[in-house]
């Protein structure tokens, strides 16, 4: 099944949260959460739960996705007022 949502078979999403407040724990807890991403993450992520560092084609479901959502982005918002977060162009 083609759609716009990538990751359909997953069982389960699982996100993982750190609040700390001292700024000296900053790169350790980033430190931390990459490895933890890296270690249980089979390179996928939903978008809304991503970090900004991964690979496009984690977060959108492979490079044909990818590709085809391009080509969407390109026709309906060509002035690319909708690409703040993720963007796939």
């Known amino acids: 099944m083609s759609t716009a949502y990538p990751w359909r078979e997953a069982k389960c999403w699982m996100m993982a949260s750190a609040e700390f407040t001292k700024d000296e724990l900053s790169?350790?807890?980033e430190e931390y959460g990459r490895g933890f991403?890296?270690?249980?993450?089979?390179?996928?992520v939903y978008v809304n739960f991503s970090s900004g560092d991964?690979?496009?084609?984690?977060m959108y479901g492979g490079e044909e996705r990818l590709e085809r959502l391009r080509t969407l982005?390109?026709?309906?918002?060509?002035?690319?007022?909708?690409?703040?977060y993720n963007p796939v162009a």
């Open 37 to 44: 991403r890296d270690h249980i993450g089979e390179g996928k």
């Open 54 to 58: 991964e690979d496009l084609r984690e």
């Open 27 to 29: 790169e350790r807890v």
């Open 73 to 84: 982005k390109a026709k309906w918002d060509p002035e690319g007022r909708f690409s703040f």
